[in-house]
C-alpha cells in the first residue's frame, strides 16, 4: 500500500487491508476499539462509525504511521539525533506498550483454552513497560542532559550502566518471542490476536533499532571521549574525571538497588571537585534521582 498521509486516501479501504498491509496500522485501529475479530471487511469510515470512533483522528493516526517511515533516517547531528530518539522512539514506546498490554490481557482472556494462547504476555509486557519507563527517565533525567551540556565529555560509566539495561532488555525480547512464537499467529487466529503479533512484532522491531542507534551511534561518541581522557598524560585530570563518570553511574543504578546506596554515591560526587561539569552536573544528577525514584514508584503502581 503506498504512503497515505493525506487524509481520506484511506477511505473505501477494508480495515483488515490496512491492517495487514501498514506497519503498526493494527495497533492504531485497535487503539480506537475498532472491531479487528469480526470487522476486517468493513471499509473504515464504517468501522471507525460502528466503533464510535473520530474518523478525521483515526486517519491522522495512520498517516502518522506513514510519517515516520517516511523520516526514518536518523540525523547524525548529537542533539537533533537525541531529538529523534526521544520522539521516534521513547514517545512511540509510550503510546503503544499500554495498548499492547491491554490487547495481550484481552487475547489471554477471550483465548483461554486455545492450547498456544500466550499465557503470560501480558504481565510480561506489563513488567517490560516499567523496567522501559525506568530506563527511559534515566536517560532523558540524566544522560542526555549531560550529553547536551558536554558535547564530547566522557560519560563512560554511566553509558555502561545503560547498556546493561540493554542487555535487560533484549532478554526481555527473546522471552516474548519465546512466548509467541516469533510473533506467527496461529490458524484461525481473530483479528484482536493478529492486532497484537502485528503489533509485537512492530515494537520489537522498534526496540532492536532503539538500542542499536543508541549503542553504536550515540553512546560511542561519548566513549571515546573517555577513553582518551584515559590515557592522558594529566594524571589528576583523568581522576577527577573518573570521580565524575562513577558519580553519573552510581546515580543511574539500577532500580532494584537501594535509596541509601544511591544517596550515599550521590553525596560523594558533590564532595568530589570536577572540573568537566562542577557546580552544574552534580545538582543535576542529584534532581535527577529524586525523579528516577518518582518514576519508579510510578512503575511499581503500572505493575
Ligand atoms: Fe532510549
Ligand atoms: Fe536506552
Redo the contacts with the bound molecule.
Keep these: 500500500m503506498p504512503a497515505c498521509t493525506a487524509p481520506g486516501l484511506l477511505r473505501g479501504r477494508k480495515v483488515g487491508e490496512i491492517a495487514a498491509t501498514m506497519g503498526g496500522a493494527a495497533l492504531v485501529l485497535s487503539e480506537f476499539n475498532l472491531d479487528l475479530c469480526s470487522g476486517n471487511d468493513v471499509a473504515l469510515e464504517t468501522a471507525a462509525q460502528q466503533a464510535g470512533a473520530d474518523l478525521a483522528s483515526l486517519e491522522q493516526a495512520l498517516g502518522a504511521l506513514d510519517a515516520h517511515v517516511l523520516a526514518e533516517r536518523p540525523p547524525q547531528e548529537t542533539n537533533a539525533l537525541i531529538a529523534y ?1 526521544l520522539s521516534r ?2 514517545d512511540t514506546h509510550r503510546r503503544e506498550l499500554p495498548a499492547l498490554v491491554k490487547l495481550a490481557r484481552k487475547v489471554e482472556t477471550r483465548h483461554a483454552a486455545h492450547p498456544e494462547v500466550p499465557r503470560g504476555l501480558a504481565d510480561a509486557l506489563q513488567r517490560l513497560l516499567g523496567e522501559i519507563e525506568v530506563h ?1 527517565k534515566k ?1 532523558e533525567l540524566i544522560l542526555f542532559p549531560a550529553m547536551r551540556r558536554h558535547p564530547g565529555g566522557a560519560l563512560g560509566a554511566p553509558i555502561t550502566q545503560m547498556r546493561h539495561d540493554h542487555d535487560d532488555h533484549a532478554e526481555q525480547l527473546r522471552d516474548l518471542e519465546a512466548k509467541t512464537g516469533n510473533f506467527i499467529v496461529p490458524e484461525g487466529a481473530c483479528g484482536s490476536w493478529q492486532a497484537l503479533y502485528a503489533g509485537l512484532d512492530k515494537f520489537h522491531g522498534d526496540m532492536m533499532e ?1 538500542v542499536r542507534i ?1 549503542n553504536d551511534v550515540l553512546f560511542p561518541r561519548f566513549e571515546v571521549a573517555r577513553e582518551q581522557v584515559e590515557r592522558s598524560e594529566d594524571a589528576p585530570a583523568a581522576q577527577t574525571e573518573a570521580a565524575n563518570e562513577r558519580a553519573s553511574a552510581a546515580s543511574m543504578a539500577d532500580k532494584r538497588d537501594d535509596k541509601t546506596a544511591s544517596a550515599s554515591a550521590s553525596a560523594s560526587a558533590s564532595a568530589s571537585a570536577d572540573p568537566l561539569s562542577g557546580a552544574s552536573l552534580v545538582p543535576m544528577l542529584v534532581g535527577g534521582l529524586v525523579l528516577i525514584v518518582v518514576a519508579m514508584i510510578i512503575a511499581v503502581a503500572l505493575s
Design positions: 530518539i522512539y521513547h527511559m536517560e532503539h543508541e
